[in-house]
């Protein structure tokens, strides 16, 4: 009897907002009639899924964790999936929807200064296993401490980082949408 009661105290305690807000790539948005799991893919752009409401809370939130695990491992491998969800941040590098450079990763930015740069991001593995966002910025403009003569220079050099690196990070190969798991 008292198995019992504590068992229904830990659900009451799990079916509140809290529960949703904290597991990842999962959410019910208090607009959507149904919750949301979105799985990353290599690309950047999730693949969401709505699971439809089951009658319990709970059970609808172990439904979207079975299914986010399920697809999660088959995107990404039981090993990878499992460093993705203990990463507190993003996890996979985004797509940009107006991406001023055809690789995924690199982008243009303008700093407070009013200099250009182009950044190449990526994620780095560090000595204890975990994954963390690293960059390096390629000054574009041509001036006397600048490396780069033009725009363009700076934008290769970029990418030439950005592939070198992705190489290492052993996560995803390729260009924007023929991304794939690096096995």
């Given at each position: 009897?008292?198995?019992?009661?504590?068992?229904?105290?830990?659900?009451?305690?799990?079916?509140?907002?809290?529960?949703?807000?904290?597991?990842?790539?999962?959410?019910?948005?208090?607009?959507?009639?149904?919750?949301?799991?979105?799985?990353?893919?290599?690309?950047?752009?999730?693949?969401?899924?709505?699971?439809?409401?089951?009658?319990?809370?709970?059970?609808?939130?172990?439904?979207?964790?079975?299914?986010?695990?399920q697809r999660g491992v088959e995107v990404w491998g039981?090993?990878?999936?499992?460093?993705?969800?203990?990463?507190?941040?993003?996890?996979?590098?985004?797509?940009?929807?107006?991406?001023?450079?055809?690789?995924?990763?690199?982008?243009?930015?303008?700093?407070?200064?009013?200099?250009?740069?182009?950044?190449?991001?990526?994620?780095?593995?560090?000595?204890?296993g975990s994954r963390k966002k690293r960059s390096a910025?390629?000054?574009?403009?041509?001036?006397?401490?600048?490396?780069?003569?033009?725009?363009?220079?700076?934008?290769?050099?970029?990418?030439?980082?950005?592939?070198?690196?992705?190489?290492?990070?052993?996560?995803?190969?390729?260009?924007?949408?023929?991304?794939?798991?690096?096995?």
């Amino acid at each position: 009897m008292k198995a019992k009661r504590t068992r229904q105290a830990l659900r009451a305690k799990l079916s509140l907002p809290q529960l949703w807000e904290s597991a990842k790539y999962v959410s019910w948005p208090r607009s959507h009639a149904n919750p949301i799991v979105r799985v990353p893919s290599p690309s950047g752009r999730p693949e969401s899924k709505t699971i439809a409401r089951l009658p319990n809370g709970y059970e609808t939130f172990e439904c979207c964790i079975v299914y986010r695990d399920q697809r999660g491992v088959e995107v990404w491998g039981q090993k990878r999936w499992r460093e993705l969800l203990l990463v507190e941040a993003r996890s996979v590098a985004k797509h940009r929807q107006r991406p001023a450079c055809p690789v995924t990763g690199v982008y243009h930015y303008e700093r407070p200064s009013g200099s250009m740069a182009w950044i190449a991001a990526w994620y780095a593995l560090t000595a204890d296993g975990s994954r963390k966002k690293r960059s390096a910025q390629f000054i574009t403009y041509g001036t006397g401490i600048s490396r780069y003569a033009s725009s363009d220079d700076a934008m290769h050099a970029a990418i030439a980082t950005r592939k070198e690196e992705e190489a290492r990070w052993n996560c995803v190969l390729g260009e924007r949408d023929k991304r794939q798991v690096n096995q």
